[in-house]
């Protein structure tokens, strides 16, 4: 790790002014990505900035047809809302299932989806839902937040305060875990929102997460597990690595949709 | 007493501070006014090294020293070497190149040591680390043994890369008896390179007091003794009456702490040359996955002749071994004699034939990993079997039954130098049968294929030599040290004991294990034993830990100074009972004269002899007692393991149901201390056939040098084992008749795996056999039927 300042402050808005003051500080959510790249000294910040002692940030309420998550809710917290169990109980598991408990308890939605990794959950969740992104500077819509791999929407001293998340009419998440990090190596996260419009979103396959429109429309006619059959992805975008070839990622995706559809159906 | 005594669950008395983090290991050591190393690796798998930028460092805050290969030499130390001489089939000694501290002419791994910068803080000396300017003329380089021959040079004058090319057995019985075979089974497989992955990283700290010209290095080691010996004898850095080794509480080591690295000879060094600083370095995880010895890495083809009946006629191996960059300390030994001799496995085949070519490459040196060359000859034995069974349509465990020494055939001569002291194969096959209900498992099979699902089970017929081992034979073998083992028991005036030993506990508990020794010999209360280990100021010279040996060698030691204590003891009481020795018996804890209640424990034994105010006349006071014991043959652990697991044909993913392991220790001294051996090692080895693999890409470049990389196995990726260590043939080769466990697990576990897998899906899949593997076999196979 290399030295570097350390400051806290108070007010995400004093945050985002350290921020835009010095382009070479950073900010720092649940720390469980950026602390692990500075002891590598990956980077070199002159500044962290620490987000953890501004207050409000942590809260989960319902709000609207949607849930309301600040930016600093860890995944641990997620998962133990009764308020998401109730409102949104795929959400739950899904945040259950982010990395260990040391990570789930100090990891936040806000970190997870500025970071974009692309083997990430949250962003998926984000994408498919739409969910809008409140931050410093204004809104954006979960749908253009991820233009490519460990990129957002964001501008260097824009900072997330909110997530507003559609709640839809039924969910599914299944994950297929990299055997060495254990993030996903292909995720998939099915929807129907409210409006009846079936989504598919996955994560961990390509440079970012993004919409899987073959499933979708195969889905939209007909909603069973056989709908998928013969429905195949392209895998000439997906990632490649010593895990999985793209062609394997391609393969699994509608593998891992099919669950979702069957156990969409038994509930 | 005895209720802690041989036999006996009893709790480890070291996991109190283990648990409450009061361990003391390398990294917890803080010497005043301490500074740190940092190495300067390799950023290339092989090229010319030129200029070193120096100066430009040695002037940045906090820099104390910068060391260069061209400073070692220059100094006049020695080369690391490997201390075991393979003879090719010619006659030729093996070739074995220098494995200098420092690299001199030429890097030849990524990760290998170029420069070592040391300064006041870690800070500093990574600034400095990160700042040095090294010319580096990068080179072709190769990292798979298949194609060592054909690679670059990597070391001057050695051509083909080639170490040595070895053979053991009968070539001419073996091809005479492949004449009459009925039917051969033939296999080609690759035993995947591991990373060692200890919990704690290797860590050194090296300090020289320049008033006693004393050296003392605290070091990660599994032989502290082995480590001065080297340290000394080859390398130079101090004569070995002025050099201690400490190797503290130390966090596992798999066998990649026995060797000799370059890091723990130049910190001490370093701090000779700064005047007596103490030098501190301790790896990082990246740096451990690139610069600790490798395990495994062979690449090989077997074939097994049999007759008409089913019987084994012979088996011909040929393997070609990646020892990578230099040759580790016993690297060596580990794919010859560790590997061939064991190639008879639990079966009687008559004839065997073996040769093995080693060979160079742009990788991390490969040495002795958990089991070293025994799972690799277990894997392919046990793989061939199976496929044997499924080509003829035999049942596995009956093809394996039909083809064992038989157990009134003991001691039994293999045809691959071995002589195998005891054993019952037959008693552990089918106690593990019988765990795993293998008779249930075509019902089974069904029912998973209802839910879509392929299930397999997997046998694992496996054997070891451990508690290594008889010093002439390895001298015969061209070992360059003895493998005795040393131990002392020593009683205070208050009829306390310490127990000194030349064996290392990093992991295995031998605070419990050999107090349960001493309790059940001595009659001494478990709590009042101290066991001491890791400084070679303290304990006898002795020769360390691995092979499985600690118990049977090490622990054989401790029991003859047991019973050279109770000889004297004898004396001492007669004289106090007023009785003849012959009369004296000793039985719990207590001299007593035969026939009588008269009687006088070993504690005040002790004080007579401390306090030697009434005492024999012509015996010595003090009460202490020390043996070396060189074993006069290995022990031969042996067992069988079932798997059972199912595939999930969508996604490959495989998953293991259940897991038997039936294990034949001889005797046992503490069977939860076992089993939990065994639950380590079979986590190993499971993770070795379905997750585990040291990655190098075509350039050299370590892809799984982190864990994001790199799948260890966790505590999801397997069911509850069932383990079974009860049924033991005691070990012919101590008194305790005891054979050791530590390796077991990581030896049997993966051809039992990649056997149910096998049995699954149709067809073998090399490890580790991830889901993305086992699901292109299964599609693979689909479309040969389909075709059909």
Known sequence: MY?????????????????????????LAGGQTYIPTLKQRLAQPTRLVDLAGIPDLATIKEEGDGLAVGAMTTHKAVAASPVVQRAFPELAYLASLIGDPAVRAMGTIGGSVANNDPAADYPVVVLTLDATVRTTKGEHRGSDFFPGMFETALEPDELIREFHIPVPEAAAWEKFRNPASRYALVSVLLVRTKDGEIRCGVGGAGPTCFRATAIEDALRSSFAPEALDGVTIDAGDLNEDIHATAAYRAHLIPVLAKRCVRRMLRR | MTDKGIGARTLRKEDRRFITGKGRYVDDIRMQGQAYAVFVRSPHAHARIGAIGKDAVLGMPGVLGVFTGADVQADGLGSNVCGWNVVSKDGSGMNMAPYPLLCTDKARYVGDRVAMVVAETLDQARDAADALEVDYEPLPAVVDVAKAQDGPVIHDGIAGNLIYDWELGDKAATEAAFQKAAHVTRIELVNNRLAPNALEPRAALGHFDPGTEQHTLYVTSQNPHVHRLVMSAFIGIAPEHKLRVVAPDVGGGFGSKIFIYGEECLVLWASRKLDGVPVKWTADRTEAFLSDAHGRDHVSKAELAIDADGDFLALRV????????????????????????????????PAIYADVQAYYTNTSPVDAYRGAGRPEASFLIETIVGQAARELGRDPAELRRQNFIPKDAFPYQTPVALTYDTGDYAATLDRALDLSDYKGFEARKRESASRGKLRGIGLSCYIEACGIAPSAVVGSLGAGVGLWESGKVRFSHTGKVQVLTGTHSHGQGHETSFSQLIASKLGVPFEDVEVIHGDTEKTPVGMGTYGSRSLAVGGEAIARSCDKIVAKGRKIAAHLLEAAEADIEFKDGQFTVKGTDRAKSIGEVAFAAYVPHN????VEPGLEEGAFFDPPNFTYPAGTYVCELEVDPDTGTTEILRFVAVDDFGNVVNPMIVEGQVHGGLMQGIGQALLEGAVYDQSGQLVSATYMDYAMPRAWDVPFFEVETGQGTPAQANSLGVKGCGEAGAIGAPAAVINALTDAIGVRVEMPATPEKVWHAIQATRHAQAAE
């Open chain 2, 615 to 618: 005492y024999p006349e012509g």
């Open chain 1, 3 to 27: 030295a570097f300042d350390y400051a806290k402050p108070a007010s995400l808005d004093e945050a985002a002014r350290l921020l835009a003051d010095d382009p070479e500080a950073k900010a």
């Open chain 2, 318 to 349: 040929n393997t070609k071994a990646n020892l990578g960059a230099y040759m580790s300390t016993f690297s060596s030994c580990v794919p010859t004699y560790l590997y061939a001799t064991l190639l008879a496995g639990q079966y009687k085949t």
